[in-house]
């Protein structure tokens, strides 16, 4: 099984629906991480979390949220998906200390029309 | 704002030839440097950090970092088929940020 497992790997759904894609990890790493990737432009950093009572926005958090249920589990929510958060979606891990490595899961590919 | 600036490539280099991946920051405060590499269709793996100044050798790959000049590069000696990738590079401590990439191709 993988490392750092996301869930549902391909999704389309329509504007204006609730979406939640999750990430579960097996690495017991504290720090959780949600990115986009879109042509050109690279990673970006949604949300991350260095624990279960911590909660950060990244650069691009407008019309996100996310939830860190357990030390395992993080999840990312589109509350009124629009076409513009038709993206690549990776969570990632790391662990506390060190160089900060990220481990990345397989990725989520939402479509939004 | 910490931005992370990468030639945009596409870079193009025979086999064997040696590519070199550039990589501007603009944190003074970040201490660490990070390579990773993404495969078509797949995840960003990790090919190597570097937080001193200097040169950081890994088997064909060296990272080099100038601090000063907020520069951070890649080169990849030997180039094979099998390093056609886009590479992307990364720095934070807290929250890593990562540059658009350079896709690579090497032509057999």
């Known amino acids: 099984d993988a490392d750092v497992t996301q869930t549902p790997r391909n999704r389309i759904t329509k504007t204006g629906k609730r979406i939640m894609l999750e990430c579960s990890q097996t690495?017991?790493?504290?720090?959780m991480y949600w990115y986009r990737q879109d042509p050109g432009l690279g990673l970006r950093l949604i949300y991350y979390s260095f624990d279960v009572k911590d909660i950060n926005k990244g650069e691009i958090s407008d019309g996100y949220s996310v939830s860190r249920q357990a030390q395992a589990k993080f999840s990312l929510s589109l509350e009124s998906a629009i076409p513009n958060q038709t993206a690549l979606y990776f969570c990632a891990t790391s662990p506390e200390g060190g160089a900060n490595v990220l481990t990345f899961g397989a990725g989520s590919r939402l479509t939004v029309l | 704002q910490k931005e992370v600036e990468q030639n945009s490539g596409p870079l193009s280099v025979p086999e064997g030839a040696i590519a070199s991946l550039n990589c501007t920051y603009s944190d003074r405060g970040s201490q660490s440097f990070f390579w990773y590499r993404q495969y078509s269709g797949k995840s960003p793996e990790l090919i190597m950090f570097?937080?001193?100044?200097g040169d950081k050798e890994d088997g064909r790959f060296t990272a080099q970092l100038n601090k000063a000049s907020q520069y951070v590069s890649l080169l990849i000696r030997d180039s094979q088929p099998s390093d056609s990738a886009t590479y992307l590079c990364?720095?934070?401590?807290?929250?890593?940020?990562f540059g658009a990439g350079t896709r690579l191709t090497v032509k057999p």
């Open positions: 570097i937080y001193s100044n």
């Open positions: 690495k017991g790493h504290d720090r």
């Open positions: 990364a720095f934070g401590r807290n929250d890593m940020r």
